[in-house]
């Protein structure tokens, strides 16, 4: 209702159909922004490092040095973990016919362990900045545009926010 409605008298019908309209109004929630892997190496998705320009979409609402600072660690993860996987890949096709392809198990292991460590880097940088700036990071697994082979990108999307000022 708005103020020149204030000491308007409705009936209980007009009350309810007022009410079911302004619960239906949502405020608009930005697209999320994905940030693709930039490195020149991949391992089943996992590129090895992520571009750390900072997204115009964020202007308002980070830093650019907290920005860069969240792609350095992202990056630091896997600076330390996919050449070891890279070596294990290598070992792997290597052996591939010898074992059966079981030779490539320790691979998919390191690769899920780097999916997992990435994952609690996420939680907690959104549990220490961004949730607070409105904000949710995480590793979202999406088709390459030129095929179909799968990548992980860094999603960043807008949590809504809540309507205080609606009366319950």
């Given at each position: 209702m708005s103020f020149s409605d204030f000491d308007a008298i409705y009936e209980d019908e007009q009350l309810d159909e007022l009410e079911h309209f302004q619960d239906?109004?949502?405020?608009p929630v930005q697209e999320p922004i994905i940030i693709r892997g930039a490195g020149n190496m991949t391992v089943f998705g996992?590129?090895?490092r992520f571009n750390a320009e900072f997204p115009c979409g964020l202007l308002s609402r980070v830093a650019p040095e907290e920005f860069k600072a969240t792609?350095?660690?992202?990056?630091?993860?896997?600076k330390k973990s996919?050449?070891?996987?890279?070596?294990?890949?290598?070992?792997?096709?290597?052996c591939c016919c010898?074992?059966?392809?079981?030779?490539?198990w320790p691979v998919i292991c390191l690769s899920k362990r780097t999916q997992l460590t990435l994952d609690k880097l996420f939680e907690w940088e959104n549990s220490h900045l961004y949730h607070k700036l409105g904000l949710h990071w995480r590793l979202h697994k999406q088709q390459c545009d030129s095929n179909s082979m799968m990548e992980y990108v860094?999603?960043?999307?807008?949590?809504p926010k809540t309507p205080?000022?609606?009366p319950d």
């Open positions: 239906q109004t949502v405020a996992l590129s090895n792609v350095g660690r992202i990056n630091g993860v896997l996919l050449p070891v996987n890279v070596k294990w890949l290598f070992c792997g096709c290597v010898c074992t059966l392809g079981c030779s490539l860094i999603l960043i999307e807008f949590i205080i000022y609606r």
